[in-house]
């Protein structure tokens, strides 16, 4: 079945710099491709996604891209604030399936 | 609260007891899913429905049980036969494949005691 991969387990960055999160999957035939950001004791909240038929996509601070023949897909924020310190989970969903098979997640630290 | 809604959101649960956690959803949402994290860990599926009177097993799903007799609800029970129950539970719901509007509930602590 689908596997995914999420690196780094914890990244710490300071106010104001770029972080980058990186997902591999192991499916070919994956074509969905979320991420959700949780906060502490909170529920996972989707912050953006993307599919298959495109390359990359952005949400002002917030892009995605992907890179179907690497099998690999980035979560990047730029111009970082407090409030996105959070545990970040990338997400496959293979076609046809109803589920999505998540990361490990990343605990993003913003350094003030 | 987002369209899905979980409870309790804390439990306690003697060892031996089954307990079950709670799981609606208003969305219309055609599945529904059951997630277990631990302290520092991912999201590990337990259990998932893509039709009402239908699920299926997901990787963990060993001391657990569901039903699906509404499309609205997806309970989990927690049986004593699942070793260490002690962790934080999730409900989510989607439309169909791929899952779109994958939409998380806010979770039930549980720990048994």
């Known amino acids: 079945g689908e596997n995914v991969e999420q690196h780094p387990s914890t990244l710490s960055v300071q106010e104001g710099d770029s972080a980058v999160i990186k997902c591999t999957y192991s499916d070919s035939a994956s074509n969905y491709f979320p991420w959700y950001k949780q906060e502490l004791g909170k529920r996972p909240q989707l912050i953006i996604d993307?599919?298959?038929?495109?390359g990359e996509k952005k949400d002002q601070r917030i892009a995605v891209t992907l890179n179907k023949t690497a099998k690999h897909f980035s979560l990047h924020i730029t111009e970082t604030q407090p409030e996105d310190s959070a545990v970040y989970f990338c997400a496959a969903s293979i076609q046809g399936a109803q589920k999505l098979v998540f990361g490990q997640g990343t605990r993003l630290t913003i350094n003030p | 609260d987002g369209g899905i809604t979980q409870s309790p959101k804390y439990l306690f649960r003697k060892e031996g007891q089954n307990v079950t956690l709670s799981c609606e959803q208003n969305l219309n949402h055609d599945a529904m899913y059951w997630y277990r994290q631990d302290p520092g860990q991912g999201l590990r599926l337990i259990y998932y429905?893509?039709?009402?009177?239908?699920?299926q097993k997901g990787d963990i799903a060993e001391g657990y049980s569901v039903s699906r007799e509404k499309k609205e609800s997806f309970p989990l029970t927690v049986t004593s036969a699942q070793k260490n129950p002690t962790a934080f539970y999730l409900c989510?719901?989607?439309?169909?494949?791929?899952?779109?509007?994958?939409?998380f509930g806010s979770g039930t602590r549980l720990t048994v005691v």
């Open positions: 429905s893509q039709i009402v009177n239908d699920f």
């Open positions: 993307i599919r298959s038929n495109v």
């Open positions: 989510a719901s989607s439309f169909a494949a791929p899952p779109l509007g994958y939409t």
